[in-house]
Protein backbone atom coordinates (compact mmCIF):
# COMPACT_ATOMS: atom_id res chain seq x y z
CA UNK A 1 0.00 0.00 0.00
CA UNK A 2 1.08 3.59 -0.41
CA UNK A 3 2.68 2.74 -3.85
CA UNK A 4 3.01 5.13 -6.45
CA UNK A 5 1.66 4.33 -9.64
CA UNK A 6 3.98 6.06 -12.89
CA UNK A 7 1.50 6.69 -15.83
CA UNK A 8 2.45 5.01 -18.81
CA UNK A 9 1.39 5.72 -22.44
CA UNK A 10 2.38 8.75 -25.22
CA UNK A 11 0.69 11.36 -25.32
CA UNK A 12 0.64 13.38 -28.76
CA UNK A 13 -0.92 16.71 -28.90
CA UNK A 14 -0.85 16.29 -32.50
CA UNK A 15 -3.84 14.59 -34.12
CA UNK A 16 -3.98 11.22 -35.67
CA UNK A 17 -5.33 12.62 -38.84
CA UNK A 18 -5.50 16.15 -40.07
CA UNK A 19 -9.02 17.58 -41.67
CA UNK A 20 -7.65 20.09 -43.91
CA UNK A 21 -11.33 19.98 -45.93
CA UNK A 22 -12.87 23.55 -46.44
CA UNK A 23 -16.72 23.06 -47.50
CA UNK A 24 -18.51 26.58 -48.59
CA UNK A 25 -20.56 28.34 -48.44
CA UNK A 26 -21.69 26.74 -45.46
CA UNK A 27 -25.16 26.75 -45.70
CA UNK A 28 -25.38 26.14 -49.34
CA UNK A 29 -28.02 27.35 -51.57
CA UNK A 30 -26.99 25.94 -55.12
CA UNK A 31 -23.63 24.94 -54.59
CA UNK A 32 -20.51 24.49 -52.66
CA UNK A 33 -16.89 24.54 -53.20
CA UNK A 34 -14.74 21.94 -51.50
CA UNK A 35 -10.62 22.45 -50.67
CA UNK A 36 -8.68 20.15 -49.89
CA UNK A 37 -4.42 20.30 -49.23
CA UNK A 38 -4.05 16.37 -49.29
CA UNK A 39 -1.68 16.05 -52.07
CA UNK A 40 -2.18 14.34 -54.71
CA UNK A 41 -5.52 15.91 -54.85
CA UNK A 42 -6.58 12.80 -56.80
CA UNK A 43 -9.24 11.09 -55.11
CA UNK A 44 -13.77 10.67 -54.76
CA UNK A 45 -15.87 12.70 -53.06
CA UNK A 46 -19.48 11.56 -51.58
CA UNK A 47 -22.17 13.30 -50.33
CA UNK A 48 -24.39 10.97 -47.72
CA UNK A 49 -27.19 11.88 -46.08
CA UNK A 50 -28.21 11.85 -42.30
CA UNK A 51 -29.56 8.18 -43.01
CA UNK A 52 -25.98 7.41 -44.63
CA UNK A 53 -27.08 6.59 -47.68
CA UNK A 54 -24.88 8.18 -50.87
CA UNK A 55 -26.57 10.88 -53.37
CA UNK A 56 -23.59 11.72 -55.02
CA UNK A 57 -20.74 10.36 -55.87
CA UNK A 58 -17.30 12.02 -57.88
CA UNK A 59 -13.72 12.00 -58.97
CA UNK A 60 -11.95 14.70 -58.03
CA UNK A 61 -8.19 15.30 -59.84
CA UNK A 62 -7.84 19.12 -58.10
CA UNK A 63 -7.32 20.31 -54.71
CA UNK A 64 -10.58 22.96 -55.53
CA UNK A 65 -14.33 21.20 -56.93
CA UNK A 66 -17.18 23.07 -57.25
CA UNK A 67 -20.59 20.55 -56.86
CA UNK A 68 -23.88 21.68 -57.70
CA UNK A 69 -26.11 20.86 -54.99
CA UNK A 70 -29.35 22.14 -56.16
CA UNK A 71 -31.06 18.94 -56.63
CA UNK A 72 -30.79 18.38 -53.03
CA UNK A 73 -33.50 18.98 -50.19
CA UNK A 74 -33.09 21.08 -47.52
CA UNK A 75 -31.18 19.56 -44.73
CA UNK A 76 -28.06 18.49 -43.29
CA UNK A 77 -25.29 16.27 -45.00
CA UNK A 78 -22.21 14.84 -44.84
CA UNK A 79 -19.35 15.00 -47.52
CA UNK A 80 -16.24 12.33 -47.65
CA UNK A 81 -13.00 12.74 -49.50
CA UNK A 82 -11.01 10.01 -49.92
CA UNK A 83 -7.68 9.35 -51.64
CA UNK A 84 -5.27 6.66 -51.61
CA UNK A 85 -3.23 7.93 -48.59
CA UNK A 86 -6.46 9.73 -46.22
CA UNK A 87 -10.10 10.31 -45.74
CA UNK A 88 -11.64 13.31 -44.81
CA UNK A 89 -14.91 14.26 -43.33
CA UNK A 90 -17.03 17.70 -43.70
CA UNK A 91 -20.43 18.64 -43.29
CA UNK A 92 -22.63 21.40 -44.83
CA UNK A 93 -26.42 22.41 -44.45
CA UNK A 94 -28.24 23.06 -47.63
CA UNK A 95 -31.15 25.34 -47.45
Not at 3 to 9: C, F, N, P, Q
Not at 37 to 53: H, R, V
Not at 87 to 95: M, P, T
Request: proline letters at 5%; zero cysteines.
Amino acid sequence: MGTTTAATGVRNSQPLVSNTLKIYPNPAFNKIIIETSAMPAKGQISITNLNGEELFRRQVTAPKTVVDVSSLASGVYFLKYSDERTVQVGKFIKY
